[in-house]
């Protein structure tokens, strides 16, 4: 059975969602065959113990989590070929750990308040977006990143600025992609703020397409 490791842990700002974010983690587990754990324990990330996965999802962690033994833990997983999903505050996770702003592709920046905002589908050929209208109307907290990732990985889904108030990255502002990173897969959404996002089934499809997609095989 496919074995994925949730890791909510947070030494920073704390998002009200992440228990609906593990409890439809687990829900999709459960649906799809995926064998689900979650903790905010950090030694987990041991080598050893991480054998037993073939993917980690960073659920809206923060801040800086980990010592140099579960960095170099989570580093060797991923090189060896272990899958890496970031979702939404994943990406203010570890900013003095160059790898993981590797794994997350890009770090956050700031946000303008919650609101709806449209975004576009700039590459349906993948399970996170294949289910997905060319423009979809969604209500989120629209993330800035300290540098635009789009030069190091294939982004999937942008947020057309005009639809909103307070984006600073100018057109083309990606929110959804995927790379490598030695022999793993990344995939990372900036959605998920609200914990009635976890409730939406085109979000919960959004967020399987993005596991599946970094599974070995």
């Given at each position: 059975m496919t074995g994925l490791l949730v890791f909510s842990a947070t030494n920073g700002y704390r998002h009200d969602s992440i228990p609906a974010g593990v409890a439809a983690?687990?829900?999709?587990?459960?649906e799809?065959?995926?064998d689900v754990d979650a903790t905010e324990d950090p030694t987990y990330f041991t080598t050893r113990s991480l054998r037993g996965y073939d993917a980690v999802v960073f659920l809206s962690s923060s801040g800086t989590v980990f010592d140099d033994e579960q960095r170099a833990a989570l580093e060797r997983f991923v090189r060896d070929g272990g899958g890496y999903v970031g979702i939404?505050?994943?990406s203010t996770t570890e900013y003095d750990w160059p790898f993981y702003g590797?794994?997350?592709?890009?770090?956050f920046d700031r946000h303008p308040p919650v609101?709806?905002?449209?975004?576009?589908?700039?590459d349906h050929d993948h399970p996170a977006t294949a289910h997905l209208p060319a423009r979809w109307e969604w209500t989120d907290e629209w993330y800035d990143f300290r540098s635009d990732p789009r030069p190091h990985v294939r982004v999937l889904l942008s947020v057309d600025e005009d639809s909103y108030e307070g984006g600073r990255m100018g057109p083309g502002h990606p929110i959804a992609w995927c790379h490598?990173?030695?022999?793993?897969?990344?995939?990372?959404?900036?959605?998920?703020?609200?914990?009635?996002?976890?409730?939406?089934?085109?979000f919960r499809a959004h967020l399987h397409g993005g596991i599946t997609s970094v599974l070995p095989g």
């Open positions: 983690l687990r829900d999709l587990g459960a799809a065959g995926f939404h505050a994943a590797e794994l997350a592709g890009a770090r609101q709806p905002g449209v975004i576009t589908v700039e490598r990173v030695g022999s793993g897969r990344c995939f990372y959404t900036a959605l998920g703020h609200t914990a009635e996002a976890f409730d939406e089934p085109v």
